[in-house]
């Protein structure tokens, strides 16, 4: 079992930026690869970003490429997302999951075993 709690999220002006951190307990946490996605008021849920286990690769939605930067912390067993030039549409709550099959990017919900209890994110124009 992994248990994942994520913090940082809040109201910010469009432009702005904020740091979404992803603490994990349980099992080893560099066992596992993690993900970031989000969900609007009335969408699906959605990938954002996801980094391997060792942090050497990371892949990213195209809407917060360039903008979005997932990162993680081995000794500290935390994910990071990093977003800045935030904007209106990237409001959602957000959600850290982890991944075991190191099997390379995951991109789908369902590929994922465990879950946060995801963090609001309000961006206003």
């Known amino acids: 079992q992994v248990q994942l709690v994520e913090s940082g999220g809040g109201l910010v002006q469009a432009g702005g930026s904020l740091r979404l951190s992803c603490a994990a307990s349980?099992?080893?946490?560099?066992?596992?690869?993690m993900g970031w996605f989000r969900q609007a008021p009335g969408k699906d849920r959605e990938f954002v970003a996801f980094?391997?286990?060792?942090?050497?690769?990371?892949y990213y939605a195209d809407s917060v490429k360039g903008r979005f930067t997932i990162s993680r912390d081995n000794a500290k067993n935390t994910a990071y997302l990093q977003m800045n030039s935030l904007k209106p549409e990237d409001t959602a709550v957000y959600y850290c999951a982890a991944e075991g099959s190191l099997r390379g990017i995951r991109l789908r919900v369902e590929e994922y075993d465990y879950w946060g209890q995801g963090t609001q994110v309000t961006v206003s124009s």
């Open positions: 980094i391997t286990w060792s942090g050497e690769a990371t």
């Open positions: 349980g099992r080893t946490f560099s066992s596992y690869a």
